[in-house]
């Protein structure tokens, strides 16, 4: 079996260690702000969540006019618009947008946890399943808490999750770039 990186490369990366270490407590620094003002760093989410559907709504619009036949041009029309105006409608009115996502993933939470705590009763034979359908009821419940208290909760669940995955983000990659160096 052949490995992503050979022995160049290890050295590479090894040489850079001090980059990967400065990047993690940069992300590290940018998650503490977030933990600091969870209400903007949830704006900032949904700013960015609103300016992948702008752009990918005038791409869907602009792919409209390249199609053959109306049927296409309208689906492909009536698609990109609603993208562009879901994504307009995130910068006009970021707060009532972060509630819609807030609900949204409470609800994708919930599912997937119902899903993995099935799967994990699927696999009740093998060893390990337990772990599967404890991941799940993680998922489950987080999902239940997020739905119990929204919509209040849409004002900082989107940027307290955006502050954990930052933090997240930096601690791995000083691991990362600590444990390269050696």
């Given amino acids: 079996m052949t490995h992503a990186f050979d022995r160049a490369d ?3 990366v090894a040489g850079k260690w001090g980059w990967f270490v400065a990047l993690g407590v940069l992300l590290i620094m940018c998650g503490g702000l977030a933990f600091g003002n969870l209400l903007m760093a949830t704006v900032a989410s949904v700013y960015y969540v609103g300016i992948i559907m702008l752009v990918g709504g005038l791409f869907n619009l602009a792919h409209a ?10 689906y492909w029309g009536l698609s990109g618009a609603c993208y562009t105006i879901a994504g307009l409608f995130a910068f006009i009115n970021p707060v009532l947008a972060s509630s819609f996502l807030t609900f949204i993933m ?5 599912v997937a946890g119902c899903f993995r705590i099935w799967v994990g009763l699927k696999l009740r ?6 772990w599967v359908a404890l991941g799940g009821l993680v998922t489950l419940v ?9 919509p209040v909760n849409s004002l900082w669940i989107l940027g307290l999750f955006l502050a954990v995955d930052l933090v997240m983000q930096g601690l791995s990659l000083i691991a990362f770039g600590v444990l390269a160096k050696s």
Avoid at 66 to 73: I, L
Avoid at 125 to 130: A, E, T
Wanted: aromatic share 12%.
């Fill in 125 to 130: 034979p093998l060893q390990g399943w337990g």
């Fill in 10 to 12: 290890k050295s590479a």
């Fill in 142 to 150: 987080a999902g239940l808490i997020i739905a119990a208290g929204w």
């Fill in 65 to 74: 006019f390249q199609v053959k036949g109306w049927d296409s041009v309208l």
């Fill in 106 to 110: 409470a609800i994708a939470l919930i």
